[in-house]
Each structure stands twice: as structure tokens, then as C-alpha cells.
């Protein structure tokens, strides 16, 4: 079992940056490809980043793409997302997810088996 926290969300105004970070227990992500989602109340959950650890391949959603970066610090078994160019339409609560499948469909957060439980962001234009 792996288990997932978030943190590093908050307020920031349009333009600004943030960090989340996703600290993971129970076992290492090494082997696990991890990916970045978000929800707005309301809405489908979106997809929005993701790193597949074998061949270390970095997926992005076309909304984020060129302002968001995920990358992984193995050894402190901590995935992050960092947040830059922040626009309003980026305001959303943020899960990280992992999974121990090695060939799956990174963008569909239904092949993730470990769900961390989302931190906030919010961004004010």
C-alpha cells in the first residue's frame, strides 16, 4: 500500500507560482508512475500532469503545458508539481495518484490505484 499526502496549496495571485508537493509512505515510488489531477466542484476531474518511471516520460495537459513541471525526488519518495504563470482557470483542489502498472494510460486517473486527498489551490485574477 502506498499512501499519499499533498501539500504546498494555497493563494496566489494570477502570474504567481506554487509547489505542491506529494509525500509518499508504505512503499518507495520508484516504481510507480505518478501523475497530477485536479477537480472544481462541479466538473470532471481533469487530468493534469504525469511521469511514467520507466523511461521517466513526462506527460501535460495542453492548459498547463509549458507553466507546469512534475518531477520526482526518489529518494525523499516525494513527487512535485511546480506551478508557474498561474491563471485564474488553474484554481482547483489537486490530487496526486500513483500506480504500480507500467503500461497504462497515464492520462485516465482511473488506472491510478493510490489517491492522495487534494489540496487547494486558488488563484485571484
Known amino acids: 500500500q502506498v499512501q499519499l499526502v499533498e501539500s504546498g496549496g494555497g493563494w496566489v495571485q494570477a502570474g504567481g507560482s506554487l509547489r505542491l508537493s506529494c509525500a509518499a509512505s508504505?512503499?518507495?515510488?520508484?516504481?510507480?508512475?505518478v501523475g497530477w489531477f485536479r477537480q472544481v466542484p462541479g466538473k470532471e476531474r481533469e487530468f493534469v500532469a504525469a511521469?511514467?518511471?520507466?523511461?521517466?516520460?513526462?506527460y501535460y495537459a495542453d492548459s498547463v503545458k509549458g507553466r507546469f513541471i512534475i518531477s520526482r525526488d526518489n529518494a525523499k519518495n516525494t513527487v512535485y508539481l511546480q506551478m508557474n504563470s498561474l491563471k485564474p482557470e488553474d484554481t482547483a483542489v489537486y490530487f496526486c495518484a500513483a500506480s504500480a502498472s507500467s503500461y497504462i494510460t497515464l492520462t485516465d486517473g482511473d488506472n491510478y490505484n493510490y489517491w492522495g486527498q487534494g489540496t487547494q489551490v486558488t488563484v485571484s485574477s
Open positions: 508504505g512503499r518507495s515510488l520508484w516504481r510507480h508512475s
Open positions: 511521469n511514467r518511471w520507466n523511461g521517466d516520460i513526462t
